[in-house]
């Protein structure tokens, strides 16, 4: 059979990439130019800055794609793009460049969900086995997903208010950690004690939802009042006993979910599932099933996670026209 390629270009947050994906499994290049720099300042990302870096460096990105897999455009099988979910801005810039590639070499667009990227990611570190279900934990979600089949995504369960990441890089600021804080509260919190007291909401109910904005709101509070006292709070202490909130809520939910959908493999992915202290607790308690976490270097927002959900897309059929328009709350559907 004839060696496929496929082109693949993520702008959804604040990372411009592009990567080349062969044949399914074998990424050819992965090339992520951040922007995390211009944004910490602001502690968050601002949507105009990171849309206008997306334009800055898009057309390089792509180039060195190309040029680090060794390949032209007239190699290519297709190419694909997020189209959401994501800053609105940001995915438009994504979508031009596609859009404009495919039509001027003649390739057909495949369209990608940003939260399969992330699932689909775990393709590198084994083969999944379906039905499966995923725990995605990224900046803007954080959701229970089955999946049928490659291609097929249903949610079971999600956050009723913020996403974990969300949650993770809010304590931060109150810790004047710069942004994003997720990694920095994960190293701080294997040298703390689970001391402080923080709710788990939702553990004790049926639903396979969550709720974080309890626990952030907690946070905030016990250190406002600390500082209105005078008193001092240790840092480690603090971001141990926040990832103990977090980790229980997340393992709880994982495990009923795993009760009520029987699998083989569970993918845990997306920015947080970059946290040592969630992959170590996955190992230790995780037991029944196999579990896949996508390695580092694809955790965070990368084009090779879209270029892997786009080849189970081309083998559904999967295309797009030129007017494929960014959705920036695109979702899965809730299992029926
Ligand atoms: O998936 P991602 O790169 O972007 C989105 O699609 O949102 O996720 C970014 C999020 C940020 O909130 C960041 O703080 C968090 O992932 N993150 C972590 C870790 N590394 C990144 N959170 C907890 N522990 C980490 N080690
Ligand atoms: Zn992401």
Redesign the pocket.
């Known amino acids: 059979m004839k060696d496929r390629y496929i082109l693949a270009i993520e702008t959804?947050?604040d990372e411009t990439s592009v990567a080349v994906l062969k044949n399914e499994e074998e990424l050819l290049s992965n090339v992520i130019a951040s922007q995390v720099e211009s944004h910490k300042r602001f502690g968050g990302v601002v949507p105009e800055v990171a849309s206008r870096h997306h334009v800055e460096v898009i057309t390089d990105c792509l180039q060195d794609a190309l040029a680090e897999a060794g390949l032209q455009a007239s190699d290519l099988t297709a190419v694909a793009v997020t189209y959401g979910p994501g800053l609105v801005g940001a995915l438009l810039v994504g979508l031009a460049a596609a859009k404009a590639f495919a039509w001027a070499n003649k390739l057909p667009l495949i369209p990608v969900n940003?939260m399969a990227g992330?699932l689909m990611a775990a393709r590198e570190q084994g083969e999944l086995t379906y039905p499966l279900l995923a725990l995605l934990v990224?900046?803007?979600?954080t959701e229970l997903v089955y999946v049928t089949e490659p291609g097929e995504y249903y949610i079971v369960g999600e956050t009723r208010d913020d996403a974990?990441?969300?949650a993770?890089?809010k304590v931060g600021r109150v810790m004047a950690l710069s942004y994003?804080?997720?990694?920095e509260?994960?190293r701080l919190a294997h040298q703390g004690k689970d001391r402080y007291e923080f709710p788990r909401a939702m553990i004790n109910d049926d639903s396979l939802d969550f709720s974080f904005s309890g626990l952030k709101s907690a946070f905030i509070n016990l250190c406002h009042k600390a500082e209105q006292k005078g008193d001092s709070l240790s840092k480690e202490d603090l971001c141990a006993s926040f990832q103990e909130a977090v980790l229980d809520v997340l393992l709880i939910k994982t495990q009923k979910a795993l009760q009520a959908y029987p699998v083989k493999t569970l993918v845990v992915a997306?920015?947080?599932a970059?946290?040592?202290g969630?992959r170590e607790r996955l190992a230790a308690e995780i037991k029944d099933v196999d579990v896949l976490i996508p390695p580092l270097r694809l955790?965070?927002?990368n084009a090779g996670m879209i270029a892997l959900a786009a080849a189970a897309e081309y083998e559904k059929g999967h295309r797009a026209g030129l007017d494929l328009n960014a959705r920036p709350s695109l979702s899965f559907a809730r299992l029926p």
Do not use: F, K, T, W
């Not at 990224?138 to 979600?141: E, F, L």
């Not at 994003?180 to 990694?183: K, L, V």
């Open positions: 959804s947050c940003h992330h990224s900046g803007g979600h974990v990441g969300e993770y890089d994003p804080a997720g990694r509260i994960d997306g920015g947080v970059a946290n040592q969630l955790c965070g927002d």
